[in-house]
């Protein structure tokens, strides 16, 4: 599916040197991709202006701040928009956080309400490179980036009650996400929700991992976040997620990530 990326050698990956970045840099050495962030490969301060694209590279824009100044991931988008010449590919990785709070199962055609700065954020970067008709693909969590795991490497952690095991949220592993965004790259333009199904409560994951957890006193605001995947998987094979699955494979980058 990725010859044209591979051949060529002409993918641009910015944010290198972000927890998405890191993990890409391991599971596709050798695959042909130049990479950019602030000290690694083609260098870019994100605040700054970005620099001279390689002629013909389809770009994969990771770059974004997720906590701090949110500005700065508009800031960033607009940059690499000048930067862009007419008809590049591009490639976002966005989050659901873009739809807002709600049960789901979310689909890519609904409208996106976001919640708060990070998922403003988001929504503002998909907007802001809406004209050069991208391929947006809208995160799930993603497995040993996320807040959950590493609340429980902190210690005993404490979930809202949602069922008999916590709130259930959309998961995807960080070899299976590294595997299946490599086999997205040239997929059409549009909207694409990326996990794994299904949805997976918060309580298994924590057993699995061998994490102590209890119940807080709240009922959890969102119990249920969830991304229908039915036109993700029109495109590539989705294994489904088990909570003994997305801890092996984090387990299998001990040591390297994140």
């Given amino acids: 599916m990725n010859k044209s990326v591979l051949t060529k050698k002409c993918l641009l990956v910015t944010g290198a040197e972000g927890r998405i970045g890191r993990l890409l840099q391991a599971a596709w050495a050798g695959r042909g991709v130049i990479w950019s962030g602030r000290r690694t490969g083609l260098a870019w301060e994100m605040g700054g202006t970005a620099p001279d694209l390689p002629e013909g590279a389809a770009v994969l824009h990771l770059a974004g701040a997720t906590a701090g100044d949110m500005g700065r991931n508009a800031a960033a988008a607009r940059a690499l928009a000048a930067a862009l010449r007419p008809g590049q590919r591009v490639v976002l990785v966005s989050s659901i956080a873009v739809y807002g709070p709600g049960p789901g199962p979310f689909r890519e055609s609904d409208p996106l309400a976001p919640r708060g700065a990070y998922a403003e954020a988001k929504a503002e970067v998909e907007a802001i490179l809406a004209p050069f008709d991208p391929l947006v693909l809208r995160l799930g969590n993603l497995f040993g980036a996320d807040a959950l795991t590493r609340a429980a490497s902190a210690g005993p952690v404490v979930l809202d009650r ?79 997620a088990t909570p003994e699955g997305l801890v092996a494979e984090l387990g299998s980058l001990k040591g390297t990530w994140p």
């Fill in 162 to 240: 949602a069922g008999d095991l916590g709130p259930r949220r959309s998961w995807i592993g960080p070899r299976t996400f590294a595997e299946l965004l490599w086999q997205l790259l040239e997929a059409p333009p549009g909207a694409l929700n990326l996990a794994q199904p299904p949805a997976l409560p918060m309580g298994a994951l924590l057993q699995a991992m061998g994490a102590a957890w209890s119940f807080g006193p709240g009922a959890a605001p969102v119990p249920v976040a969830e991304m229908d995947l039915s036109r993700l998987a029109t495109h590539v094979a989705l294994p489904p």
